[in-house]
C-alpha cells in the first residue's frame, strides 16, 4: 500500500494508538504493552497490519465506535487509491447505477426540464403511468404529494428522487397547466419505465440513416437491431453511428453490437488481466449488417464500450472514425456485491483493440480534468495537437498505421466546432435558450400539441418571429449581443430554440434531433463520405 493510503486511511485511525504508546501520563500507563504485541507476519496476510490497527482501535478506543460509518468512510479511499474506475458503490448509488444499464427503472414516467426553476414536462412516456393519469407535455409540477418542489431552488437529483419509488406505490402529482389558475393533482401509479439507450433513429438522406446511441444498456443490442431493421427498410445503404458523450456499459452488449458489422473470425477486442488470462473475442459471422457502409462518430466523453466498438470498426478497416479523440478507458471492471446492498466495482482486466492497443489513457492526479487540458493544448481544434504514443506503432488489417497512448484517435479529424462570443456563453450559462422554448410553449400550447408531423410544425413555426422574440427575452433576463456578436451566434441559437419548441410536439425527440444535427458541423462531414484522413499520424 502506498504513502497515499497511509496518509488517507491508516493515519487517522493510527493516531489513538501513536499517541497512547507515547504518552502513558494521558491514560493508564502501559509497562506491559510488550506483552500484548501480535506477530504481523503470523497472521499470513498483507492486509494483517490495517487488521490489527482495526481491532486495536474497536478494542481499546476511548469511546465507542461508529463501525459502520468508519467502514463507509474507508472503503472509498481505499478503492480510490486502486485506479480512476475501481469505485464502491453505497446501497442507492448502486441501485440507480443498476438502473440506469438494466434498461429500465421505476418511476412515473416522464422526462422533463427545469427552466425558471420549475418542472416543465417535455416527454411523456408512451404507455408510461403519467400518461395512464393524464399528464401532458407542457405541465408544470409544482408539488410532489405535499412537498413545493417549485421557485425552491432543489437540486434536479432530489427531484427525481421524489417522483421515482418502487413499482405499486402512489404519489400525487400537483401540476399547473396553461389555462388553469389552480393546481391540478394527479394520483400516480408508479411502474416500471423502460429507458430506451437508442435515442434517436432516422433517415438524414435518401440512402443515409442515423443512429444515436446514449449507452450500452442490457437492450442495447435488441435496440441497435430492430433500428437498423427499420432504417434498412427506409433505404438506407449507409450508416452515422452516434457515439459521441456515450461512456460505455456492458461488454457483451459492445460485442454483440460490433459482432454486426464484421466478418466471420474478425477479432473484435481481447482481455487479459493478472487473474483474469487472455481472452479473445471475434465475430461468429452471423451479423446482419456486414454490409452496411459505416461511419462512426466519437468525441472525448465516448468511453469504455464505445471505444471496443469503434476499435474494432478501425481496426479492421470496417468503417471511419470521425470527430475527436475519445474518453480513453480501456479498463474492464467486474461487480462485487454485498448482502447490505451495496458493491464494488473491481477493474480485473485490461481490453485492448484487435490491432493490440490498450487505449487506456495514463492515470494522473488530474485524471478527470484531463479533458480540459485537451481544450487548453489545442487537441480539440488541431490534429496536429494530438498526443500520440510514437514509439508503439499498431496496425489495421489494411496495413494502417495506428497509436497508442489514450483513446481512439479519428480516422477524420473534425474540430470540435464552437461559437465563443460572449452573449452565446451567457445564453448558455443561463439556459435562455431553453427557457424561451418554454416561453413558446406557453403562448402556443395548442398549436405544438397539434404539430404531428414535421410539414405542421414548420407551417405553425415559421409563422413565428423567433429571432426578435428571442432577443427581447434575452434582453429582459439583462443579456444583448454586442456589435457583431449576433451575426455570429444567430445560427446556433435559432436553431436550438426551433429544435427545443419541437420536442414539446408529439414527435418529441424524433423531431428534436433532424433540426438540431442541422448546425452540427461533425454530422454534416460524415454525410459527405470524405476518404481516410489520418489528422497527422
Known amino acids: 500500500m ?48 490495517l487488521i490489527l490497527v482495526l481491532q486495536s482501535v474497536d478494542k481499546n478506543y476511548v469511546d ?5 460509518q468508519v467502514i463507509e468512510d474507508i472503503i472509498p479511499d481505499v478503492m480510490r487509491e486502486l485506479d480512476p474506475h475501481s469505485v464502491y458503490l453505497p446501497p442507492q448509488e448502486l441501485k440507480e447505477a443498476e438502473e440506469s444499464l438494466a434498461g429500465g427503472f421505476e418511476g412515473i414516467g416522464i422526462q422533463f426540464n427545469v427552466p425558471n426553476d420549475t418542472v416543465v414536462v417535455n416527454s411523456v412516456i408512451t404507455g408510461g403511468p ?21 421557485g425552491v431552488k432543489m437540486p434536479q437529483d432530489t427531484m427525481v428522487s421524489l417522483m421515482r419509488g418502487p413499482k405499486g406505490t402512489k404519489v400525487v402529482i400537483s401540476i399547473l397547466r396553461h389555462g388553469s389558475d389552480e393546481l391540478i393533482p394527479f394520483t400516480i401509479t408508479r411502474d416500471k419505465i423502460p429507458m430506451n439507450s437508442v435515442d434517436v433513429a432516422y433517415m438524414l438522406n435518401d440512402t443515409t440513416g442515423y443512429i444515436k446511441l446514449s449507452k ?35 461488454l457483451d452488449q459492445a460485442m454483440l453490437l460490433a459482432n454486426e458489422f464484421l466478418e466471420k473470425g474478425q477479432m473484435i477486442v481481447y482481455m487479459e488481466g493478472k487473474a483474469r488470462p487472455r481472452t479473445d473475442m471475434r465475430a461468429d459471422g452471423r451479423g446482419r449488417n456486414q454490409n452496411l457502409d459505416l461511419a462512426v462518430l466519437l468525441n472525448a466523453h465516448s468511453a469504455s464500450a464505445s ?69 487548453a493544448s489545442g487537441e ?47 445564453c448558455n450559462r443561463l ?62 441559437i435559432l436553431t436550438q430554440v426551433k429544435a427545443l419548441v419541437a420536442r414539446y410536439t408529439p414527435m418529441g425527440d424524433e423531431a428534436f434531433y433532424p433540426i ?13 463520405n470524405e476518404p481516410y484522413d489520418t489528422g497527422g499520424n
Open 2 to 49: 502506498n504513502k497515499n493510503v497511509f496518509d488517507k486511511v491508516i493515519r487517522p485511525l493510527l493516531w489513538v494508538i501513536t499517541i497512547a504508546l507515547a504518552a502513558g501520563i494521558i491514560i493508564r500507563a502501559l509497562p506491559s504493552s510488550r506483552h500484548n504485541t501480535v506477530d504481523v507476519k503470523a497472521l499470513n496476510s498483507d492486509w494483517s497490519k
Open 307 to 375: 471505444e471496443i466498438v469503434s476499435g474494432a470498426i478501425q481496426d479492421n478497416d470496417r468503417g471511419t472514425i470521425y470527430g475527436v479523440r475519445s474518453f480513453g478507458k480501456g479498463l474492464v471492471q467486474e461487480p462485487v456485491y454485498f448482502s447490505d446492498g451495496s458493491g464494488i466495482r473491481l477493474t480485473v482486466a485490461r481490453y485492448y483493440t484487435p490491432s493490440g492497443r490498450c487505449i487506456q489513457k495514463p492515470y494522473s492526479e488530474d485524471y478527470e480534468l484531463e479533458i480540459y487540458e485537451r481544450y
Open 130 to 150: 403519467s400518461e395512464k393519469a393524464g399528464i401532458r407535455v407542457g405541465d408544470r409540477v409544482i408539488k410532489v404529494d405535499e412537498r413545493v418542489i417549485a
Open 516 to 528: 438540431y444535427q442541422t448546425t452540427d458541423n461533425l454530422i454534416q462531414i460524415a454525410v459527405k
Open 216 to 250: 450500452f444498456a442490457r437492450t442495447t443490442h435488441a435496440e441497435c437491431v430492430k433500428a437498423m431493421d427499420k432504417l434498412r427498410e427506409a433505404g438506407m445503404t449507409r450508416l452515422v453511428f452516434d457515439l459521441r458523450d456515450n461512456t460505455g456499459g456492458y
Open 431 to 492: 439556459g435562455l435558450q431553453i427557457k424561451y422554448a418554454s416561453e413558446v410553449l406557453d403562448a402556443h400550447t395548442k398549436e405544438i400539441a397539434a404539430a404531428a408531423t414535421m410539414p405542421a410544425f414548420e407551417r405553425f413555426i415559421s409563422g413565428i418571429d423567433l429571432e426578435k422574440g428571442f432577443l427581447a427575452f434575452a434582453a429582459r433576463s439583462n443579456v444583448t449581443p454586442k456589435p457583431g456578436e449576433w451575426e455570429l451566434c444567430k445560427e446556433y
Open 380 to 426: 480539440m481544434f488541431s490534429a496536429d495537437s494530438i498526443k500520440y504514443d510514437t514509439e508503439t506503432q499498431y496496425k489495421t488489417v489494411g496495413g494502417r498505421t495506428v497509436y497508442g497512448g489514450g483513446g481512439i484517435v479519428p480516422d477524420v479529424f473534425v474540430p470540435v466546432d464552437t461559437v465563443a462570443t460572449d452573449f452565446y456563453v451567457e
Open 64 to 68: 465507542d465506535i461508529d463501525h459502520k
